[in-house]
């Protein structure tokens, strides 16, 4: 009997891919659709949207939360810190500090970070569409950029942006575009590898 | 009495500001340059610059490193060493260039802004990171280059007709056009 351990093993390579739901495809270049879009826009603050990149899953787009000028003893840094909740419980005391984003289809079906789901890679996939928010970076408290993937393509018709902010005196605001421009986007998205056959 | 005196809640500086080398005016929308660049590609890695968000002072991008799908993924190690990054550099028309190595970034306590082309990678990780450049480009060709030895992405390069990025700033929205705040 050997008293020798059995050599380590290195790891294995695994295949691993995160759903469709939660970014887009890896293998393509996304068509751009250049919307640049002012959702909201107080004295104090603003909100915009632009660059949409599209995919046959989905489209990605950036938010611009703008602050004028700082407001002494206000907290908000745009909530970003907690999918613009800052903490707060959308559905409790403080629900108007809740900044709310959504998206809504000519068909009447939407979504909103009211119904982020934190099991990104778990479960079944969800029915489009839906709406993550997966990127936030700001350096202080004026300005700053939200990138925002949305799962599912709309059907033609208008596509809306909405925003609302009760406690920021921000009520709710709708830009809409032509999902047409999206649809066109999405079929100008190019395979980076094209000898290689898409699941 | 409690032994330990409470603490004054905690709160970030209220009156910093980011240095405008840094980002973009935080008084503004961008113009969208409305392509993604495809800079390298290799049988198992490519390099995609995508939203490219255009402002009279420079413009934003995502460096996405993109993996072949049907490829196997190499078991995830942390870099800690800058030369386990991806190198990226921006070349402009009239021979003006900036990379993302982190030696090129201004001191923070700097009160003059850098020279234009400043390239700021603000986030950095194995599917890329966010890029701020500093300055935009004469008219002609803006090159964007690419090396990551590690991932045996060997040195590519790619262009954009600078133009796309002009039109684009000019494009940029002034919130508050009345500069006076409320």
């Known amino acids: 009997m050997s008293a020798s351990e059995p050599p380590e093993l290195p790891e294995p390579e695994v295949e691993y ?3 469709a739901w939660v970014e887009p495809p890896a293998d393509l270049v996304p068509g751009i659709v250049p919307v640049e ?7 104090e603050r603003a909100i915009g949207l632009t660059g949409i990149r599209a995919y046959p899953t989905g489209f990605g787009c950036t938010l611009h939360m703008r602050l004028r000028e700082v407001i002494p003893g206000e907290q908000s840094n745009f909530g970003a810190f907690n999918m613009f909740g800052d903490g707060v419980d959308p559905a409790g005391e403080f629900a108007d500090y809740f900044l709310r984003v959504g998206v809504g289809f000519a068909d009447g079906r939407k979504a909103t970070n009211l119904d982020h789901r934190r099991d990104l890679d778990e479960g079944p996939a969800p029915d489009p569409p839906t709406l993550w928010l997966v990127r936030w970076e700001g350096y202080d408290r004026l300005a700053w950029e939200v990138d925002v993937w949305v799962y599912g393509l709309p059907p033609p018709g208008p596509l809306a942006f909405v925003v609302e902010w009760p406690a920021r005196h921000i009520p709710e605001s709708r830009v809409e575009i032509d999902a047409g421009l999206v649809l066109a986007a999405a079929a100008r998205a190019a395979p980076i590898w094209p000898d290689q056959p898409r699941r | 009495m409690s032994f330990f005196e409470p603490l004054p809640p905690v709160r970030p500086p209220t009156d910093y500001r980011a240095p405008a080398w840094a980002r973009g005016p935080e008084d503004m929308v961008p113009g969208v340059v409305p392509v993604a660049l495809l800079v390298a590609r290799t049988a198992t890695h490519a390099v995609l610059i995508d939203g490219l968000l255009v402002y009279p002072t420079g413009f934003d991008f995502d460096l996405a490193v993109r993996r072949r799908p ?3 993924r190499q078991p995830h190690h942390r870099g800690h060493r800058w030369d386990d990054r991806l190198r990226l550099g921006v070349r402009f028309a009239d021979g003006r260039r900036a990379d993302n190595h982190p030696r090129h970034w201004p001191h923070p306590i700097d009160d003059q802004p850098p020279d234009p082309p400043l390239l700021y990678q603000s986030t950095s ?10 300055g935009l480009p004469p008219p002609g060709p803006l090159t964007f280059a690419c090396e990551w030895p590690t991932q045996q992405i060997p040195p590519s390069q790619a262009e954009l007709d600078a133009g796309l990025v002009l039109a684009a700033a000019q494009r940029a929205q002034t919130l508050w ?3 006076r705040p409320p």
């Open chain 1, 17 to 19: 891919r995160r759903p």
């Open chain 2, 70 to 72: 049907s490829h196997p």
């Open chain 1, 37 to 43: 879009l002012i959702l909201a826009r107080t004295p």
């Open chain 2, 125 to 134: 990780g194995p599917d890329g990171g966010h890029v701020w450049l500093w």
């Open chain 2, 177 to 179: 056009p009345d500069q």
